[in-house]
Nanobody, 126 residues
Framework: QVQLVESGGGSVQRGQSVSLSCAVS????????MAWFRQGPGKEREGVAA????????MYADTVKGRFTISHDNAKNTVYLQMNSLSPEDTAMYYC???????????????????WGQGTQVTVSS
């Protein structure tokens, strides 16, 4: 049984940093990509960062480029999202997602991913 478990969310102030982790069990996603998505209050789910198979490359949404960094520890089967210079606009539930089958959807499209975590809340106050 595949499970993705996020951790590391919390409440911070503008300009501070938060690091999220996503531990994967039941499968090794070495062939396909993983990603972080977020959904703020009253907003649609948005892909913010993706890392390709074996960590060969990454992709970011324009809204987080230069502030967020996605990384993958293959030995621990864990994906991380380092978030710096946070603003209230980054307040959202953050979800980890993993792909285990081939997909033509883009790397920041939710349809690409077939496994999801339960989410971890990040709240940024001004």
């Amino acid at each position: 049984q595949v499970q993705l478990v996020e951790s590391g969310g919390g409440s911070v102030q503008r300009g501070q940093s938060v690091s999220l982790s996503c531990a994967v069990s039941g499968h090794t996603f070495s062939r396909y990509s993983m990603a972080w998505f977020r959904q703020g209050p009253g907003k649609e789910r948005e892909g913010v960062a993706a890392i390709f198979a074996r960590g060969s490359s990454t992709m970011y949404a324009d809204t987080v480029k230069g502030r967020f960094t996605i990384s993958h520890d293959n030995a621990k089967n864990t994906v991380y999202l380092q978030m710096n210079s946070l603003s209230p606009e980054d307040t959202a539930m953050y979800y980890c997602a993993a792909q285990s089958v081939y997909s033509d959807y883009g790397f920041l499209r939710s349809q690409r991913y077939n496994y999801w975590g339960q989410g971890t809340q990040v709240t940024v106050s001004s």
